[in-house]
């Protein structure tokens, strides 16, 4: 069993930035003596004093500095439900390798201990660029949403009383154009006339018939 006495050291380092930034700002690839914390680190199970898995790693607690502290880890509960989560100083953390694998183990500390912990406390991050604009949207939206409201009465009440106002004029002019209509009617009604009716067709007289001679 290899103690990870680097992995510290490992975690704390930060790559200083100089001239030469090509060379020292990135990283082109994952060397041997390093590894992911999303690949081993974050969900590996937590063994107790006496070798049970009392908890699992489910982050990391990081300085202002950009250097871990410590890591949070869940313990009981069931399948997550009611799942406690406690946080432990990264030097309380022994890290080992066992058959190839990380082996994560809190050797002063037994399962009772664990369960007596207090429960970590996880301060609200800080809010997003995002959330920050949106809260001022909704904000504003509050704010102006008395004035949209007003402003939306004084129209409908302005608009109620153009209708009041321009309904006896609609009505008188309704009414004149009524009376033109009926007046127009009455002048084309008495100055027309009526066709003569065709005179009958004379019905021709049959021709006399010549008396009968006398024998």
Known sequence: MKRHSLFAATLLAVAPLGAAWADTTFLPAQSD???LAKDHLIGAKVHGKDGTIVADIEDLIVSDQNQVVGVVMGTGGYF???EKKIGVALGSIQFDEKDGKLFVSLPDLTKEM???APE????KPAKSLFERAKEKVDEFSDKSKPQIDEAKQKAQEA???AKEAAGPALEKAKEAVSGAI????EAVGGSSTEPAPAPAPETPAAPEQPAPANP
Not at 182 to 185: E, L, M, Y
């Open 120 to 123: 970590f406390v996880r301060k």
């Open 159 to 161: 608009l109620d009383a």
């Open 114 to 116: 664990i369960d007596s």
């Open 33 to 35: 003596a390093e590894y």
């Open 80 to 82: 997550g439900w009611a």
């Open 182 to 185: 009926d007046s127009a009617k």
